[in-house]
């Protein structure tokens, strides 16, 4: 009766101490298995966002508007990174017509998919990002339109505002000078196939 007892109390005390060691193994590991992939999560993170190109700003590009010679308010948008380093345009240029006192006139602006939707574009120093640009043209007499001698331009998720260079026929006489009613964006794109398509 005694050897029953004591035998009883053995296997007690060795299913009580596996039972703790289980306990403290279990206990254990959901913290590492938390650790280790918040870890992992962490890690992916950064890699993802030192793969990222920043933006393009408007100090990192020159921005043209070149006249489409026999098409009257169709101007070809250029954005070359005058930077040192790579940085990506995804999106619409923002341009703000300036009168002849370089202030902001206000007039309806439009962004539009043309020639389809913007395509992300990463641009190393030197290269170009191009888009199409449609001005409705009034008269220099009609009320509803406003005389636009220049522009200024800003990049998608880029900041800051730069004057854009107009480029026309000089010689043929003409002159910056647009009667600005309504303005439409093209999405910008790596080529200029198909941007002034409007």
């Known amino acids: 009766m005694l050897n029953r007892t004591r035998a009883l109390g053995a296997v007690a005390a060795l299913?009580?101490?596996?039972?703790?060691?289980?306990?403290?193994?279990?206990?254990a590991t959901p913290d590492q298995g938390a650790n280790a992939l918040s870890g992992q999560v962490q890690q992916?993170?950064?890699?993802?966002?030192?793969?990222?190109?920043?933006?393009?700003?408007?100090?990192?590009?020159?921005?043209?508007?070149?006249?489409?010679p026999d098409r009257p308010g169709i101007l070809l948008l250029t954005a070359v990174n005058s930077s040192q380093q790579?940085?990506?345009?995804?999106?619409?240029?923002?341009?703000?017509?300036?009168?002849m006192s370089n202030s902001e006139i206000e007039v309806p602006?439009?962004?539009?998919?043309?020639?389809?939707?913007?395509?992300?574009?990463?641009?190393?120093?030197?290269?170009t990002a191009f888009a199409g640009v449609k001005l409705e043209l009034g008269s220099k007499d009609d009320l509803d339109?406003?005389?636009?001698?220049?522009f200024t331009a800003s990049m998608p998720g880029g900041e800051?505002?730069?004057n854009a260079h107009i480029s026309?026929?000089?010689?043929a006489g003409e002159h910056a000078e647009f009667p600005v009613k309504s303005i439409?964006?093209?999405?910008?794109?790596?080529s200029a196939q198909g941007v002034t398509v409007f």
């Open 86 to 99: 790579p940085c990506t345009v995804d999106g619409w240029a923002g341009l703000v017509p300036l009168d």
């Open 15 to 27: 299913a009580g101490g596996i039972a703790l060691l289980t306990g403290c193994a279990q206990g």
């Open 168 to 171: 026309f026929d000089q010689s």
């Open 44 to 68: 992916a993170s950064g890699g993802i966002g030192q793969a990222q190109e920043a933006s393009c700003s408007a100090e990192d590009v020159d921005m043209t508007l070149t006249v489409q």
């Open 160 to 162: 800051g505002t730069t």
């Open 184 to 190: 439409q964006i093209g999405s910008f794109q790596p």
């Open 109 to 127: 602006t439009q962004q539009v998919d043309i020639p389809g939707p913007p395509t992300s574009t990463r641009l190393e120093p030197g290269e």
């Open 145 to 150: 339109a406003y005389v636009a001698t220049g």
